[in-house]
């Protein structure tokens, strides 16, 4: 347990569902995130959150929609959806951007999109 | 464009060996390079290096940053089958940017 959960685990949507996936961390971080891990391919920084404040957008496309109410709380809102988005979604926290970056992931999402 | 290229892409041990993992990179405004081991599902932390020449170690793992030469080296001695993994490398700059090598895959064999 690394103190930062998601729900739900696994998710399958059709091209035109909205869903949204959660993250939630209880480690009194500043600094959140939210990563792609699709097979092959590197972890990709989708956007980045200090203080509820978007401060890093990894030109991602408009059908991903992050939300950040609070500090312990971060959303991604998905709609319209391609197959090719089929992933693992990794939220991450850490204790803020200007005090170094250790991070500490959330166990993902298994996201497939139909 | 930042960049952290890892090699091996791929290492098969046997149990007992001692390997090493490079990690090179090009990002502008380093803060800090960060190694990860990801077995089933999220990476777990290893260590966070932020200054050339100081050894981390935490068991049978060490490593180390050369900002000079731009490269981090991750050693793991005495391997056991649990040490198989991706392991992998993020270097990030002083705006928050994180960006991950391909990573490499171990697998030790009994």
């Known amino acids: 347990e690394t103190g930062v959960t998601q729900t739900p685990r696994h998710l399958v949507m059709g091209m035109t569902n909205k869903k949204s996936l959660k993250c939630e961390q209880h480690?009194?971080?500043?600094?959140m995130y939210w990563y792609k891990q699709s097979a092959k391919k590197p972890l990709e920084l989708m956007f980045v959150?200090?203080?509820?404040?978007?401060?890093e957008n990894n030109s991602v496309p408009s059908r991903f929609s992050p939300e950040c109410p609070n500090s312990s709380h971060l959303f991604l809102h998905l709609h319209t959806l391609q197959p090719e988005d089929s992933a693992l979604y990794l939220c991450?926290?850490?204790?803020?951007?200007?005090?170094?970056?250790?991070?500490?992931f959330g166990p993902g999402t298994r996201l497939t999109v139909l | 464009e930042d960049k952290v290229v890892q090699s091996p892409l791929s290492l098969v041990v046997h149990e007992g060996d001692t390997v090493t993992l490079n990690c090179s990179y090009e990002?502008?405004?380093?803060?800090?390079l960060l190694w990860y081991k990801q077995e089933k599902k999220a990476p777990t932390f290893l260590f966070m290096l932020?200054?050339?020449?100081i050894e981390k170690k935490s068991g049978r793992l060490s490593s180390i940053l050369d900002k000079k030469e731009l490269f981090s080296i991750l050693n793991i001695t005495a391997t056991q089958t649990g040490d198989s993994a991706i392991y992998l490398c993020?270097?990030?700059?002083?705006?928050?940017?994180?960006?991950f090598g391909d990573g490499t895959t171990l697998t030790v064999k009994p």
């Open positions: 991450a926290s850490s204790p803020g951007l200007a005090r170094g970056n250790e991070q500490f």
């Open positions: 480690l009194g971080h500043n600094a």
């Open positions: 959150y200090s203080l509820e404040e978007r401060v």
């Open positions: 990002v502008t405004n380093f803060r800090s």
């Open positions: 932020t200054s050339s020449g």
């Open positions: 993020a270097v990030e700059t002083n705006a928050g940017k994180s960006t």
